[in-house]
Structure formats: C-alpha cells, structure tokens
Nanobody, 117 residues
Framework: QVHLADSGGGLAQPGGSLRLSCAVS????????MSWFRQAPGQEREFVAA????????NYADSVRGRFTISRDDAKNTVYLQMNDLKFEDTAVYYC??????????WGQGTQVLVFS
C-alpha cells in the first residue's frame, strides 16, 4: 500500500523559509514522478513543482521559480520542497503527489503553510 506523509508546514513571515517533506512508503520515489501542489482557500489545487524519473530533472510553476526548490533523496525515499522568500500568496495547503509508472496518482494528506506579518 502506498502512503505519502506530508510534513513541515507552519507559520512564516514574508521573506522567510520553510522546508516541506514527503516521506513515501510502498513506492520507490526514484521510479515515480514526484510533485508538489497547493490549494489556497476558495481556489483550485495548482501545480507547484515536480521532479521526474529518471534523474532529477525539475519543473516549476512560474509563481515559485527561483524561490522554491524541489529535491529527492532516493536513499530516504523522501521528496522535499525548500521554500525561500515566502510571500503572502504562498499561503495554502501543500500536497505531495506521486505518479507511478502506470500514471496512477497518489496524494499526501496535505500540510498547511501560512505566511503572515
């Protein structure tokens, strides 16, 4: 059974940083396309960043490019999202996503990020 455990959310001030983690069991992250999405109140879930198999090629939403970094630790079977220079508009629930070789999607439970001054 595949399980994604999101963690690392919390409170931050504008310009601050947070690091989200997604610990995966039941699926080899090095063989999956791993992504982060987010959903702000009253809005649809949107793509944030992805790291692809094989290798570590990445893709980012324009709104976070240059501020966020997605990475994958194959030994720990964990994916991270380093978020720097946070802005008010980054406030959302962040969800980890894994897409396996059959293009089946798995989701984490979400972790809340709140940027406030």
């Amino acid at each position: 059974q595949v399980h994604l455990a999101d963690s690392g959310g919390g409170l931050a001030q504008p310009g601050g940083s947070l690091r989200l983690s997604c610990a995966v069991s039941g699926l080899d992250v090095s063989r999956a396309a791993m992504s982060w999405f987010r959903q702000a109140p009253g809005q649809e879930r949107e793509f944030v960043a992805a790291v692809f198999r094989p290798g570590h090629s990445t893709n980012y939403a324009d709104s976070v490019r240059g501020r966020f970094t997605i990475s994958r630790d194959d030994a720990k079977n964990t994916v991270y999202l380093q978020m720097n220079d946070l802005k008010f508009e980054d406030t959302a629930v962040y969800y980890c996503n894994a897409q396996d070789s059959h293009d089946y999607d798995y989701w984490g439970q979400g972790t809340q990020v709140l940027v406030f001054s």
